[in-house]
């Protein structure tokens, strides 16, 4: 699909298993890497899943035609749990198992000789991003420990995440915040957002290591949280999405609920909407390695929905 020589790409995942803890279960994806040879590859992935183990196809198929089959996915479960259940009731958890996960395979990345270990990224969604971003205190932990990151519809409750959309620009909206000019980190809310603010405006070179956060307007796993019942969050206030409809209104309590229930029938509408974000993944993942994330991606796209049937 590329026109380019590909290798069979490496994909390595330990479930949970009532013999073993999860720093055995994560010692076992390690132990599995040396045996497939992970480590000879130029990209390494660690994908922390949602919840049941549970892995969005795009995330990880963008990253092996991209790279031409040469690279590695880590992953690992951490829970039985639905998302939504354990993030209810046991969200540390994701950011327990992230950490021992991602600990432990950026320790064996750094024992590989520097001119020939993988570049390490980190990525997931949902449930997976809020434990993926607990792998680090903040911002400059991020930058100085992985080659870059992919992350999509996070769950508003992310320290990481929250510390991001406080820091960004004045003038930039909630939903589509700029952190540093958009240096390192940048907020999608569409395509174009890879390259340029909300507004139109062109960021700059887009620097390693490079880090995308990706948020439909329509999200409600994105937009919603417990503060909801008393505050009145900024994305509303500033009403910049054409997404959201200019009749809604918060209300104490009432919206709170009212975005509880699109929850559960987020991920049943189009691409681009709501807790679906698998169209974007291919051009994000794209600028995130280093490539041109607003080049023709159709085939590419076009072959993932007919080998994996992910729509």
Do not use: C
Not at 53 to 81: C, N, R
Not at 85 to 112: C, N, P, S
Not at 261 to 266: E, K, N, W
Not at 290 to 308: F, H, L, N, T, V
Request: proline share 7%; glycine share 8%.
């Amino acid at each position: 699909m590329t026109g380019r020589p590909a290798k069979e790409p490496i994909r390595v995942y330990a479930g949970l298993h009532e013999s073993r803890d999860l720093e055995r279960t994560a010692e076992a994806v390690v132990d599995e890497l040396y045996r497939t040879g992970a480590f000879d590859r130029s990209v390494l992935v660690v994908m922390m899943p949602a919840g049941e183990g549970w892995i969005p196809e795009w995330h990880p198929s963008s990253v092996e035609f991209l790279t031409g089959g040469d690279s590695a996915i880590a992953s690992m479960q951490y829970t039985y749990l639905p998302s939504a259940l354990a993030y209810y009731t046991d969200k540390e958890t994701a950011g327990k198992a992230a950490r021992i996960l991602f600990d432990k395979v950026e320790a064996e990345v750094r024992r590989q000789p520097a001119d020939g270990r993988p570049k390490l990224y980190i990525g997931g969604e949902s449930l997976g991003a809020y434990g993926g971003q607990a792998v680090f205190a903040d911002k400059d932990d991020l930058l100085d420990r992985v080659d870059g990151a992919v992350w999509t519809g996070t769950p508003r409750e992310s320290p990481l995440w929250q510390e991001l959309t406080a820091q960004r620009r004045d003038g930039s909206p909630e939903i589509a915040p700029v952190v540093d000019d958009g240096r390192h980190i940048r907020f999608v809310t569409e395509r174009q957002n890879a390259v340029n603010d909300f507004y139109g405006r062109p960021f700059g070179m887009w620097e390693a290591p490079r880090v995308a956060f990706a948020q439909n307007p329509t999200d409600p796993i994105v937009w919603w949280s417990w503060d909801l019942l008393w505050n009145e969050p900024d994305w509303l206030r500033e009403r910049a999405s054409r997404k959201v409809t200019s009749a809604m209104r918060w209300v104490p309590w009432v919206t709170f609920w009212q975005i509880a229930s699109d929850m559960p029938r987020s991920v049943r509408v189009p691409g681009g909407e709501g807790h679906r974000y698998q169209e974007d993944l291919v051009p994000l993942w794209a600028g995130v390695l280093g490539q041109d994330p607003m080049a023709d991606y159709s085939k590419i796209q076009r072959a993932m929905r007919e080998d994996y049937r992910v729509f």
